[in-house]
Nanobody, 125 residues
Framework: QVQLVESGGGLVQAGGSLRLSCAVSGRTFSSYAMGWFRQAPGKEREFVAAISWSGGKTDYADSVKGRFTISRDNAKNTVYLQMSSLKPEDTAVYRC??????????????????WGQGTQVTVSS
């Protein structure tokens, strides 16, 4: 049984920082890339960031590039999303996800098989 559990969301002022964590169980974590997505009220879910199985390759949505950093600790089966210089438009439910296939990185929802329950991030102006 694959489980992904996010933590670290909350309320922060614009310009502040938060670090999200996603703990994974039930899969050989170190063999899979990981992704973060977000969904704001009334909007479609959107890709935020992805990281390769080794952590050697990362990629970001243009809207967060230079402000967010994705990382992973394979010894702890955990992926992180460090968010800095937060803006009100970053307000959303953030979810981590693990792909269907070993090793490959994906940038759309279709590539992911299991999802966390989500953690709310609210940025006040």
């Amino acid at each position: 049984q694959v489980q992904l559990v996010e933590s670290g969301g909350g309320l922060v002022q614009a310009g502040g920082s938060l670090r999200l964590s996603c703990a994974v169980s039930g899969r050989t974590f170190s063999s899979y890339a990981m992704g973060w997505f977000r969904q704001a009220p009334g909007k479609e879910r959107e890709f935020v960031a992805a990281i390769s199985w080794s952590g050697g390759k990362t990629d970001y949505a243009d809207s967060v590039k230079g402000r967010f950093t994705i990382s992973r600790d394979n010894a702890k089966n955990t992926v992180y999303l460090q968010m800095s210089s937060l803006k009100p438009e970053d307000t959303a439910v953030y979810r981590c996800a693990i792909p269907r296939s070993l090793y490959y990185m994906f940038y759309t929802e279709a590539g992911y098989e299991y999802w966390g329950q989500g953690t709310q991030v609210t940025v006040s102006s």
